[in-house]
């Protein structure tokens, strides 16, 4: 049994995909502790007890790291270049890598937890650090030397916990409404303002946009119960998905409110009909209504974008949320850790592990050679620094979190 069960949702995303590593989030629930993890604990607490002693070495002195992560094969392509410049640099570490798909790669990870055979560099997910973390699975990187102060505070805050900070931020991005620029225009309809308008302003806006428009086209996709769509609702009414213990922290009116509304965009045309959005829900990303230009709008995360612009064959428009107070101070967005650097509690070189770490955090030839693969760069001194060899879509993506970097709640 695994020490730490994947969601039942895990198995159905594709390999790597997106390349930058955010994923639509799932409905509500399948983030909640599973209740299989409890009985695993007197296990690993025990292993870890017999998992002490000296850290081994090669006899030429050299330290070998083991680094997983999930990913496609251009992220393991990068991603190898990356070790590459940190052993040119570090002659005395070498680092192995170990990787596969998203589907098979948290029971590997829960397997090599509980036998005490942990990697000591891990791509961890926002969905799993909780676990891992209260479980003492996770190293404090804050009692390393490991910069951050480069880092945005929004995502570094992410990372921690009361087990410390057991991980840093390797991408960040932000939800976003994507908007496709030529359907618009086809209609006649302009572009909103997105630092002044409104939820009912988008909700004008996208039944204009149909009414305009052929059939079989709609101003706006519909949303769903997700953290990015929900998420942002909840959080402009002064509630939140969960609280700070986990629990749940809205009340049935809330969401009864998010669905009215939903059905009053839907009684107006402004979005598909239920039997498409069922039908549009089975489309890879490729084939969605934005990219193929049936919706004018669509609720998306920003580094999502550059897949979906190329899918589309033309420029996309990244917006900022709607808000109940026509304020993008308002808009309560947040930054989101796409994925973590992480390492084992037990790993037995913590120094040459945070040194690696360190070393993906800050070192612009790391930068130079992972990109946006994983999401926006999270140290700014990076970020700037690779910007002229990230693609035009990618500098987008960039440009849109930096332009909101004083708004997010």
């Known amino acids: 049994m695994p020490l730490f069960p994947r969601p039942a949702s895990a198995a159905k995303q594709p ?3 997106p390349t930058s590593g955010a994923r639509p989030a ?4 399948r983030t909640r502790k ?3 993890v409890a009985a695993a604990v007197a296990a690993v607490l025990t292993l870890s007890a017999c998992g002490g002693g000296a850290a081994p070495q090669n006899a030429d002195g050299t330290v070998e790291l083991r680094f997983s992560w999930w990913g496609g094969d251009k992220r ?17 570490i070498k680092v192995k890598p170990e990787f596969g798909d998203w589907s098979g790669y948290w029971d590997k990870l829960a397997t090599q937890v509980a036998a005490n055979d942990a990697p000591d560099i891990i791509q961890m997910d926002e969905k799993y650090i909780t676990e891992y973390s209260s479980r003492g699975a996770l190293l404090d990187l804050s009692k390393y ?10 995502a570094l805050n992410a990372g921690k916990s ?8 390797a991408g960040i991005n932000a939800a976003t409404i994507l908007a496709n620029p030529k359907v618009f225009e086809a209609a006649g309809v302009p572009l909103p ?3 002044k308008w409104t939820w009912v302003d988008f909700g004008r806006i996208a039944a204009e946009i149909t009414t305009k428009s052929p059939k079989g086209t709609y101003g706006a996709a519909a949303y769903g119960t997700d953290e990015a769509s929900l998420g942002v609702w909840l959080r402009q009414n002064g509630k939140s998905l969960y609280t700070s213990d986990g629990k749940l922290g809205f009340e049935p009116g809330d969401i009864a409110q998010w669905w009215a509304f939903l059905k009053e965009l839907s009684q107006k045309k402004a979005v598909p009909s239920a039997s498409e959005v069922v039908e549009a829900e089975a489309a890879p990303l490729d084939q969605s209504g934005l990219a193929t230009g049936r919706n004018g709008m669509a609720f998306w995360w920003s580094n999502q974008a550059p897949a979906l612009e190329k899918a589309s064959g033309g420029d996309l428009k990244i917006l900022r949320f709607p808000t109940k107070t026509g304020s993008a101070a308002d808009t309560k967005l947040w930054y989101k850790a796409s994925q973590f650097w992480s390492a084992s509690s037990r790993t037995k070189h913590p120094q040459e592990t ?3 770490i360190n070393f993906l955090t800050n070192n612009v030839k790391a930068g130079e050679a992972l990109l946006a693969d994983r999401g926006v760069y999270p140290n700014s001194d990076v970020r700037a620094a690779i910007q002229p060899k990230l693609t035009a879509a990618d500098v987008k993506v960039v440009k849109f979190i930096d332009q909101i970097k004083d708004e997010p709640g």
């Open 145 to 154: 030397d490991i910069d951050t102060s480069k880092l945005d505070e929004a």
């Open 26 to 29: 799932p409905p509500i629930g």
């Open 15 to 17: 390999a790597g995909a």
């Open 162 to 169: 009361e087990k410390g900070l057991t991980g840093i931020a």
């Open 354 to 356: 945070a040194k690696f």
């Open 34 to 36: 599973a209740s299989a």
């Open 76 to 92: 393991a392509q990068l991603t190898q270049e990356a070790i590459k410049q940190f052993e040119a640099e570090n002659p005395k």
């Open 193 to 195: 303002d997105d630092a």
